[in-house]
């Protein structure tokens, strides 16, 4: 009897991926059905009672769709279908559901444990990726891109950015702060360590690695983090904790003329205090990647400033995110058809 797969992808962890990776990984008789949703090229949504969604966020997949195209697969690979315990209870056959993403909040957790429903993710899938995008945000600040760009497109020189009281710093001359110190916030920090910058970190739950030690990184308190840094750059997860973050308060311990870089979280940010802070020249100005509300409203007051550059929530997204993804959940495939206990349980 073979064993049966159900891939729900979309445009960009494609379903012929996983299914590339769990047939290189996997022996014996697969029963694999795929199906690609339109995420990213429509949006996806967040959360919604009147589907019975109410415990799922970002998700993308209307509920009866999703199950009656898994119908009696006992495994699920997806990055975005939702699975709620109503949806739950239609799909007896379910056993394992492998979540693309770094967190799975696609799917109603307490609803899988009471099903018996085995969860696994990719925690770091797109760490990397997030990382190198971090520093080029950072560049693109420090080193006025941003403004030159935007000044040619207008059709004008800019010049006066060569002017000793306009041009931008190096790196190597400036300290920079990562708040959180996770998969993505120690590789924002590896690379920084080569620009020659003075590195600050702020996370009470971790450790620094020996290497980030000896090469001078501190790890400090938050306020003391945001009084020293000529850049901040967010890398926390959104918890009870940190929602909300950066706001009024935090916003008038950092530094006069600081750079601020989110690529980690829009709810991690009060956006109408860091319009204030930009607008007063508290922040000299800001990289963001990740809103509160996304996509963006068209009307949103942080478009028209002048010291704002912003990307479409886009950091973590890459060939490789795409292909790694995919190799991790084939091998949690593999494992479970092998009777072997998860890598990456949730």
């Known amino acids: 009897m073979p064993r049966k797969i159900a891939i729900i992808g979309d445009n960009f962890m494609l379903p ?121 945000a950072i560049l693109a600040e420090t080193r006025l891109i941003r403004v030159g760009h935007e000044a040619l497109r207008k059709g004008e020189w800019r010049g006066d950015l060569y002017r000793a009281d306009r041009t931008g710093r190096e790196l190597g001359e400036m300290t920079v702060g990562v708040v959180g110190y996770g998969n993505i916030g120690t590789k924002v920090v590896r690379l920084l360590r080569a620009f020659g910058c003075h590195v600050l970190v702020s996370d009470p739950y971790v450790q620094l690695s020996a290497e980030d030690r ?25 918890t009870g904790e940190t929602r909300g973050l950066i706001g009024k308060d935090t916003i008038a311990r950092m530094k006069p003329g600081v750079i601020f870089v989110n690529t980690a979280r829009g709810p991690l940010v009060d956006y109408d205090a860091l319009y204030e802070a930009l607008v007063s020249g508290q922040i000299a100005s800001a990289m963001l990647e990740t809103f509160a509300v996304e996509p963006v409203p068209s009307d949103w007051p942080l478009l028209q400033l002048p010291n704002v550059t912003l990307t479409p929530h886009i950091a973590g997204a890459s060939v490789r995110t795409v292909t790694y993804a995919a190799e991790q959940a084939a091998e949690e495939v593999r494992r479970y058809l092998a009777g072997l206990p998860p890598v990456n349980p949730c």
């Open 214 to 238: 000896n090469a001078g990184v501190e790890l400090v308190a938050l306020d003391d983090l945001l009084s020293r840094s000529d850049v901040v750059t967010l890398h926390s997860r959104v």
């Open 16 to 136: 012929e991926v996983f299914r590339a990776k769990i047939e290189k990984v996997v022996s014996g008789d697969l029963d694999i059905r795929t199906l690609q949703t339109a995420w990213p090229d429509e949006p996806m949504e967040f959360g919604n009672p009147a589907l019975g969604l109410d415990k799922v966020k970002e998700y993308f997949g209307h509920p009866d769709e999703v199950v009656d195209f898994i119908g009696d697969a006992e495994i699920l690979v997806t990055q975005l279908a939702p699975l709620s315990e109503g949806m739950m209870r239609r799909l007896p056959s379910l056993k394992l559901v492998a979540v693309s993403r770094g967190g799975p909040i696609n799917i109603d957790m307490a609803a899988a444990k009471t099903h018996g429903i085995t969860v696994v993710n990719v925690p770091g899938r797109n760490a990397t990726a997030v990382a190198e995008f971090t520093i080029g």
